[in-house]
Antibody, heavy 119, light 111 residues
Framework: QLQLQESGSRLVKPSQTLSLTCAVSGGSISNGLYSWSWLRQPPGKGLEWIGYVYHNGITQYNPSLKSRVTISLDKSKNQFSLNLNSVTAADTAVYYC???????????WGQGTLVTVSS | QSALTQPASVSGSPGQSITISCAGAFSDVGGYNYVSWYQHHPGKAPKLMIYEVTNRPSGVSNRFSGSKSGNTASLTISGLQAEDEADYYCSSYTSSGTRCVFGPGTKVTVL
């Protein structure tokens, strides 16, 4: 069973870059069965899919965030990362990493980490 | 504002059955059999309970079942137990370009 754990900066200044990492245990991120996603939930709002990276590095992003997002793999550390640049207060949210093995559903999730954008 | 609509809260007594609805559109819930449901105890990782409308992952109790009619999907919890008290989110593939959309969540309370 996969386990995912988010880590990274919890407080980011406006206009800077939000960076998070998701450590994966119980399976390899190189496994072709999986894709690896980031999602977020702003306070009082619904969940939003940010994007995913496939085992071979192919990515797909939510069009609303595409210009600011990069998701990448680090196979040597069995983890994947999220970078979101030019952040504003609207990017304050609980950020989750998750895995997908099938079609459009998320099998395993991290606990989530609250990232606050504030000066 | 979420793309899918769920009731804010649903409650029931132990042993009862409850149903949570998830209303969408033909571009998501109605047009595709890619509806999933997640259970979330605050502070813990969300857990997949149902995928592709009716399928239960290994290890999920058969007290949880999913269905769909038209543009509305439903999650039914039968034999309600105290441990079922949590937030439940629905999700669906969408052809709108954002790939998947979520409901705002339903808080289930066991009385």
């Amino acid at each position: 069973q996969l386990q995912l754990q988010e880590s990274g900066s919890r407080l980011v200044k406006p206009s800077q870059t939000l960076s998070l990492t998701c450590a994966v245990s119980g399976g390899s991120i190189s496994n072709g069965l999986y894709s690896w996603s980031w999602l977020r939930q702003p306070p009082g709002k619904g969940l939003e899919w940010i994007g995913y990276v496939y085992h071979n590095g192919i990515t797909q992003y939510n069009p609303s965030l595409k210009s600011r997002v990069t998701i990448s793999l680090d196979k040597s550390k069995n983890q994947f990362s999220l970078n979101l640049n030019s952040v504003t207060a609207a990017d304050t949210a609980v950020y989750y990493c998750a895995s997908e093995t099938g079609y459009y559903h998320f099998d395993y999730w991290g606990q989530g980490t609250l990232v606050t954008v504030s000066s | 504002q979420s793309a899918l609509t769920q009731p804010a809260s649903v409650s029931g007594s132990p042993g009862q059955s409850i149903t949570i609805s998830c209303a969408g559109a033909f571009s998501d819930v109605g047009g595709y059999n890619y509806v999933s449901w997640y259970q979330h105890h605050p502070g813990k990782a969300p857990k997949l309970m149902i995928y592709e409308v009716t399928n239960r992952p290994s290890g999920v109790s058969n007290r949880f079942s999913g269905s769909k009619s038209g543009n509305t999907a439903s999650l039914t919890i039968s034999g309600l137990q105290a441990e079922d008290e949590a937030d439940y989110y629905c999700s669906s593939y969408t052809s709108s370009g954002t790939r998947c959309v979520f409901g705002p969540g339903t808080k289930v309370t066991v009385l």
